[in-house]
């Protein structure tokens, strides 16, 4: 694999304030999550029709200009603050944890971060659910929350509020598909617990590979945006000029050396990520991953002309994990490690250049089709190097 950069890198929970402890009789003392791992697998969408799918009511904002103001008068009473307790909310020195959500349904669905309601990447051996939720409204109102379930993987938790209790302002979910680099971008939520913040920027990376705070797998498909946000905006929302919903708000990057304050740096989740987890949780309670069991990094045309493989552009198989699909279905692993032009590289493996049909370009290709295109105790036809011969082979994929 690629030697890790130099410069030492720490994501920092909840830019976001999740499951970050405080006391309830101040709702202060933030303490900074350390260090944490990494999202992977998704599964399928919704299909039209699908009568768990929220109706959103709200339409996209009228106009091509960017207006932080107007997205902030039409969305920000969409926007609310969550406030999970851990122990007894009775108790004087109960821990709580601090976010933000937004309502996406007219029956009470609001989304917001896994790690906000759990316990999911504070370095406890197991993960727990947050025993009372409340939800905060722009208006000050306070109610309590049901915790529908919780996307380790993708880090996306959905709550139900009754929806007699406050009157509901869904806002409306984007593509985050059709994104790009340099769009301006709005970010609401409650950080450091100051409700209903409003921050801008713009898009600054699109298909970002980052470590998920709440499992050991890399979400993929993250925005990296320089809109400012920080500890309690975690499971906000982040909009485009139209005011729809293109991601989740989760993570900031800072040095190592920093408090965790804000640096330039921010990801948010992918909405059509969190769709599809949405509509699982709704109807399941639980998200299921198609697995396959393998490790892999980019082959590149350099690397391809330097060690004899028959495709300039696939992934390279490190690890077959034992006992997988993968394995059962004979995909081979490197044998050695390399390093050519300065990059380490594992080379002597099977590269795949097709999953399903669908041309594999590098690493990630690999993760994104699996997650999204196919589904546990499915039989997909990977499309193989191995040398100088090209092979299909068939692998049952099972469940993360």
Same mark, same amino acid.
Request: proline share 4%.
């Given at each position: 694999?690629? !030697?890790?950069?130099?410069?030492?890198?720490?994501? @920092?929970?909840?830019a976001?304030?999740?499951?970050?402890v #405080?006391v309830v009789?101040?709702?202060?003392g933030?303490?900074?999550?350390?260090?944490?791992?990494?999202?992977?697998?998704?599964?399928?969408?919704?299909t039209a029709?699908?009568a768990s /799918?929220?109706?959103v009511?709200?339409?996209?904002l009228?106009?091509?200009?960017?207006?932080?103001a107007q997205?902030?008068?039409?969305?920000?009473a969409g926007? @609310?603050?969550? @406030?999970?307790?851990f122990?007894?909310?009775? #108790?004087?020195?109960?821990r709580a944890?601090?976010?933000?959500?937004?309502?996406?349904?007219?029956?009470?669905?609001?989304?917001t971060s896994?790690?906000?309601i759990t316990?999911?990447g504070?370095?406890?051996?197991?993960?727990?659910t947050? +025993?009372?939720v409340?939800?905060e409204f722009a208006?000050?109102?306070?109610?309590? /929350?049901?915790?529908v379930g919780?996307?380790l993987?993708?880090?996306v938790g959905?709550?139900?509020?009754?929806a007699?209790?406050?009157a #509901?302002?869904?806002?409306?979910?984007g593509n985050s598909?059709r994104?790009?680099?340099g769009?301006?971008?709005a970010?609401?939520?409650?950080p450091?617990?100051?409700?209903?913040s409003l921050?801008?920027g713009v898009v600054?990376a699109?298909?970002?590979?980052?470590?998920?705070?709440?499992?050991?797998?890399d979400l993929v498909?993250?925005?990296?945006?320089?809109?400012?946000i920080n500890?309690?905006?975690s499971?906000?929302?982040l909009?485009?000029? +139209?005011g729809?919903? =293109?991601?989740i708000?989760?993570q900031?990057?800072?040095?190592?050396?920093?408090?965790?304050?804000?640096?330039?740096v921010?990801?948010a989740?992918?909405?059509d990520?969190?769709r599809?987890?949405?509509?699982?949780?709704?109807?399941?309670?639980?998200?299921?991953?198609?697995?396959?069991?393998i490790k892999?990094?980019?082959?590149t045309p350099a690397?391809a002309?330097?060690?004899?493989?028959? /495709?300039?552009?696939?992934?390279? =198989?490190?690890q077959?994990t034992?006992?997988s699909?993968?394995?059962?279905?004979?995909?081979?692993?490197?044998?050695?490690?390399?390093?050519?032009?300065?990059v380490?590289?594992?080379?002597?493996?099977?590269?795949?250049?097709?999953?399903?049909? =669908? !041309?594999?370009?590098?690493?990630?290709?690999v993760?994104?089709i @699996?997650?999204?295109?196919?589904?546990?105790?499915e039989t997909?036809?990977?499309?193989?190097?191995?040398?100088?011969?090209?092979r299909?082979?068939?692998?049952?994929?099972?469940?993360r």
């Amino acid at each position: 694999m690629r !030697p890790s950069s130099a410069a030492a890198l720490t994501l @920092v929970a909840a830019a976001v304030g999740g499951a970050f402890v #405080l006391v309830v009789a101040s709702l202060a003392g933030w303490l900074h999550a350390g260090e944490t791992k990494t999202v992977v697998v998704r599964a399928s969408a919704p299909t039209a029709g699908d009568a768990s /799918a929220p109706v959103v009511a709200a339409k996209p904002l009228v106009g091509n200009g960017f207006q932080p103001a107007q997205i902030y008068r039409a969305r920000s009473a969409g926007v @609310v603050t969550v @406030v999970s307790y851990f122990d007894d909310a009775g #108790l004087p020195d109960a821990r709580a944890g601090q976010g933000s959500g937004f309502v996406v349904s007219k029956n009470g669905l609001v989304l917001t971060s896994a790690h906000v309601i759990t316990t999911a990447g504070q370095g406890t051996d197991k993960t727990t659910t947050a +025993r009372t939720v409340y939800v905060e409204f722009a208006d000050g109102d306070r109610v309590t /929350a049901h915790v529908v379930g919780a996307d380790l993987f993708d880090d996306v938790g959905v709550l139900r509020v009754n929806a007699s209790q406050h009157a #509901l302002d869904p806002v409306p979910l984007g593509n985050s598909s059709r994104v790009v680099v340099g769009q301006p971008v709005a970010a609401i939520g409650s950080p450091f617990g100051n409700v209903d913040s409003l921050s801008v920027g713009v898009v600054s990376a699109i298909r970002r590979s980052i470590p998920s705070l709440t499992s050991k797998y890399d979400l993929v498909d993250a925005i990296q945006t320089d809109a400012p946000i920080n500890h309690g905006n975690s499971g906000g929302p982040l909009f485009d000029a +139209r005011g729809r919903v =293109i991601g989740i708000n989760a993570q900031i990057r800072s040095s190592g050396a920093s408090t965790g304050g804000f640096e330039g740096v921010g990801f948010a989740v992918p909405i059509d990520s969190a769709r599809r987890s949405l509509a699982q949780l709704v109807q399941t309670g639980g998200v299921k991953y198609a697995f396959v069991g393998i490790k892999t990094e980019d082959l590149t045309p350099a690397l391809a002309r330097k060690f004899g493989y028959a /495709a300039t552009r696939g992934a390279l =198989i490190d690890q077959v994990t034992d006992g997988s699909g993968a394995a059962k279905a004979g995909l081979e692993a490197g044998t050695r490690d390399e390093v050519y032009e300065g990059v380490g590289v594992t080379v002597g493996g099977d590269a795949i250049v097709a999953i399903a049909g =669908i !041309p594999v370009t590098n690493a990630l290709d690999v993760v994104r089709i @699996v997650t999204t295109k196919l589904v546990p105790g499915e039989t997909a036809k990977f499309t193989i190097v191995r040398g100088r011969e090209r092979r299909v082979v068939p692998v049952t994929l099972a469940a993360r």
